[in-house]
């Protein structure tokens, strides 16, 4: 009973064998709509649709990617955002993407890769620097680099980020007591 209470008002674009209730064109529509609300195994099916259609590029790879990572099927996430980049070469936000499945995998040496590679493309990448900067500083154990991408993420944004302004006076007082 709740399970159905808890549906009821909820669109689905889905019948129930998993096959789509609309046309193929209109797939990457909806599939965005679905992202936008987190329906994520939604997406994942209608974004199959879509990529399968004869204008799917770089972004519908890419959120077809999303979408499987953020319900935890890495490997195809990895495998559908390499299809982004080869569409997109260097794309600093498709290198971004891969390197947080990288990181959600506890894969931290690849995901460093993956983050500098965006850098190298964009080097005033906001997300990037603000991902690099949590890894270096929470798993690498990394400050100097933390501090640069922390230092980097707030150049970039403009912004007057509170919390990464806090964590580098943490990171300059841990540096000054030789914790590097």
Known sequence: ??????????KSYLNEDGSSSIPPEKAYGYAVKELNK??????????????????AGA????NLGIAYSRTEQYEDSLKYLS??????????DILNEIALVYHEQGKFDLSRKQY???????PTHINTNYNLGVLCDLYKQDIDCAIKHYEQHLASSGSD???????LKDLAKRKSRGNK
Not at 116 to 122: Q, T
């Open 1 to 10: 009973f709740l399970v159905a209470c808890g549906s009821a008002g909820k």
């Open 161 to 167: 980020d509170k919390q990464v302004k806090i964590w």
């Open 116 to 122: 500098e590679k965006a850098l190298l493309s964009n």
């Open 59 to 62: 972004e519908q790879f890419v």
């Open 38 to 55: 987190q329906q994520f195994e939604s997406a994942v099916a209608l974004l199959e649709i879509a990529v399968k259609q004869p204008d």
């Open 83 to 92: 299809k982004a980049l080869l569409l997109a070469p260097n794309n600093a």
